[in-house]
């Protein structure tokens, strides 16, 4: 498994130099290309999550959407993030009895149960897409037993989310936030999370300073915290012991950070670059990564290097363009897409999955 860690400068550095497509060209146009702009297609025409941005294009207005969608500076980053996970290729293992992989799906985050290794990272102004805002990801998440990590720039309040849980629910949420040296402040926000039923603290780490964010900046919809942070590992340590809560950090994107957030204490760690918009642990601590995660194969390319989790972003955002129907939609095919893509790999058990069914070569190759 420490071979995830040697691929993190790799998989940092590797730039897509082809034309960028937000989507592949599966037909969609063509079905559905005389949609009415600012008209939803039938939720029963999506087909898998690329599906759900090229639906919330036409749908949503262009500013909304943008926020949604924009990258850092040229946006190579945000690129790679869709790219990388085709430049290695899957390994089949045939004739081994994959008839049961369903029932492998579910797993435990940090000791909670969850019908997928899967979450909804978290992710700001889920009302741009949808009225009800992030009360559709929360009940989405509920109906189907998945994480929800809801962000502090909510459209909805930390309470407002947690109301939304439906009825006499045990659904548990990690709350998302950032933080520096103002532990007033922090504790504020640690306690309200509590109270809502929180049973960990995602603490943002890789957005100390601004994204340069050219295409957001067109459109007046730059970050939702643009302030400089004052973060070391010792405000770290100041803020975890202001809460019982575990404190992960998320955007962890060196062997060397990760190592660090080991010996530093964390109890999990997210290996993320901000969706592209800002710039041997697996023994010791779960680590969950998220970044450009679009189909069942990206999340197994992730699990067999000892991911415990994956997390997604943007798809669920699109998704939510539908509310409550559209995230359960979402959740559904990337269940169904990880379960058929694990028996056509041959893998039995997703527990058992590992590096070998992986060719970890950069073949810096498109289909």
């Known amino acids: ?54 639906a919330a294009r036409g749908y949503m207005n262009t500013s909304a959407y943008t926020y949604y ?8 980053s945000y690129r790679n993030n869709l790219e990388v996970y085709n430049r290695f290729r899957l390994r089949p293992r045939v004739l081994t009895d994959i008839t049961n992989i369903e029932s492998t799906l579910p797993t435990t985050i940090l000791g909670h149960n969850f019908s997928a290794p899967f979450f909804i990272s978290p992710c700001a102004r889920a009302g741009y897409a949808h009225p ?30 947690a109301a939304a849980k439906p009825a006499n629910s045990t659904q548990v949420t990690f709350q998302q936030v950032y933080l520096d040296t103002n532990n007033i402040a922090s504790q504020a926000i640690f306690k309200r999370a509590e109270k809502a039923g929180s049973k960990a603290i ?19 919809v ?22 019982s809560l575990p404190i992960i950090p998320k955007g962890i994107m060196t062997v060397e950070d990760a190592q660090l957030a080991v010996a530093n204490g964390a109890k999990a760690i997210i290996i993320s670059n901000h969706g592209g918009r800002q710039l041997d642990v697996f023994t010791q601590v779960e680590v969950y990564a998220d970044g450009g995660v679009r189909y069942g194969a990206d999340v ?20 939510n363009a539908y509310g409550q129907e559209g995230v359960e939609k979402a959740i559904t095919l990337l269940k169904h897409e990880i379960a058929i893509d694990a028996g056509n790999l041959g893998v039995g058990d997703l527990k058992k999955i590992d590096p070998s069914f992986v060719s970890w070569t950069n073949n810096n190759w498109y289909s």
């Open 300 to 319: 197994l390319k992730l699990l067999s290097l000892g991911v415990k989790a994956v997390g997604l972003g943007r798809p669920f955002m699109f998704a």
């Open 202 to 220: 995602i603490f943002t780490v890789d957005s100390a300073a601004d994204g340069n964010r050219h295409r957001a900046a067109r459109y007046g």
């Open 69 to 76: 969608r924009n990258g850092a500076a040229g946006e190579w």
């Open 132 to 161: 009800e805002a992030e009360a559709g990801l929360i009940r989405g998440a509920a109906a189907n037993g998945i994480l929800y990590m809801p962000a502090l720039y909510a459209i909805l309040s930390i309470e407002q989310i």
């Open 222 to 243: 730059g970050s939702a915290d643009s302030s400089y942070s004052y973060m070391t590992w010792d405000v770290f340590h100041t803020l975890q012991n202001l809460t």
């Open 1 to 54: 498994m420490h071979s995830f860690l040697t691929l993190l400068p790799l998989l940092a550095s590797a730039l897509a130099a082809r034309p960028f497509l937000n989507e592949p060209d599966t037909g969609i146009e063509d079905v559905l290309g005389d949609i009415a702009v600012g008209t939803l297609p039938p939720l029963e025409s999506i087909v898998g999550l690329p599906d759900f941005e090229w």
